[in-house]
């Protein structure tokens, strides 16, 4: 087997980036590609800064174990396997389970800083940004942070407002230049998974030969 092929997936939150995963997820193997999401490199609570009102801040990039998603992803190129606890979203219903990442022909990584984050970028052979209005992200984050975390809206609207749409605008947005695709998720992405499909099985086939 060659070098497995390096995928960066980014966008804001909102913008679909894990229903795009979960797509590929439903039509390729674990064997064909790795999924490597950031959100399982958060810091624990304790230690996030906080903003003027003592609220903790999750969308920093210095919010993130960056060396361990750096030095995971460089295990993964180099054939091992990765393990580590999944992460929760502080939420007390739920209980964390070893996630368990194997090396193979292609790799995504998916995460807000996956383009901010030099030493990844360098990395990659691909670059993903998935775009998106701005009310519908915000729409689709107060859905599932109310479905999946157990957020309170107050909670997730000033988050949003103080946390979510600052950091976008000054570190997550600007890395859409350097993405070698731009999908537009304003209503689905199925014309965008029936456009890297091919690319993907053409590029595992090229991997195992």
């Not at 590609?33 to 624990?44: G, R």
């Amino acid at each position: 087997m060659q070098k497995p092929y390096l995928i960066g997936v980014t966008g804001g939150s909102g913008s679909g980036k894990t229903t795009f995963i979960n797509k590929l997820k439903d039509i390729f193997s674990e064997e064909q590609i790795c999924f490597l999401s950031m959100d399982n490199y958060y810091k624990p609570r304790e230690i996030q800064e906080k903003d003027e009102n003592n609220e903790y801040h999750f969308d920093l990039p210095s919010s993130f174990k960056r060396k361990d998603f750096a030095r995971d992803v460089k295990k993964l190129m180099n054939g091992e396997v990765v393990r580590l606890m999944e992460y929760t979203f502080n939420n007390p219903l739920a209980s964390a389970r070893e996630v368990v990442y194997r090396p193979a022909s292609i790799i995504i990584v998916e995460g807000i800083y996956v383009l901010y984050f030099e030493e990844i970028v360098k990395l990659l052979d691909l670059r993903i940004y998935l775009d998106a209005h701005e009310h519908l992200k915000l729409i689709r984050r107060i859905k599932r942070d109310a479905e999946e975390r157990n957020y309170p809206l107050e909670d997730v609207l000033y988050r949003y407002e103080k946390h979510v749409f600052p950091t976008f605008k000054k570190y997550i947005e600007p890395t859409k230049f350097q993405a070698d695709i731009i999908i537009n998720n304003n209503e689905n992405l199925d014309g965008a998974i029936k456009m890297v499909m091919p690319f993907l099985e053409n590029k595992i086939n090229k991997q195992l030969k």
